[in-house]
């Protein structure tokens, strides 16, 4: 597997897992708050912006540190 398909299919899974996780997350918040459906609707969009912000930074190479500061102060020192 090349690193263009490597890279695809982490995109492809984080995206999954960022709205998947999101939206359990927020389904039991509501089954235990009895909430429905609005805090699955919430955790839905975070885990959304979790996922779009984890392949900005897969694509940029900004992946190797803890922190999206510090990945970024090290990618300026190299």
């Given at each position: 597997?090349?690193?263009?398909?490597g890279?695809?299919?982490?995109?492809g899974?984080?995206?999954?897992?960022?709205?998947?996780?999101?939206s359990?997350?927020?389904?039991g918040?509501?089954?235990?708050?009895g909430?429905?459906?609005?805090?699955m609707?919430?955790?839905?969009?975070?885990?959304?912006?979790a996922?779009?912000?984890?392949?900005?930074?897969?694509?940029?190479?900004?992946?190797d540190s803890?922190g999206l500061g510090?990945?970024?102060?090290?990618r300026s020192?190299?």
């Amino acid at each position: 597997m090349g690193a263009g398909a490597g890279i695809g299919v982490r995109i492809g899974v984080e995206l999954v897992a960022g709205i998947g996780v999101g939206s359990l997350i927020g389904y039991g918040l509501d089954a235990w708050l009895g909430t429905r459906p609005w805090l699955m609707v919430v955790f839905f969009f975070l885990g959304a912006a979790a996922s779009v912000m984890n392949m900005y930074r897969a694509v940029q190479g900004l992946d190797d540190s803890v922190g999206l500061g510090q990945a970024k102060r090290r990618r300026s020192l190299k």
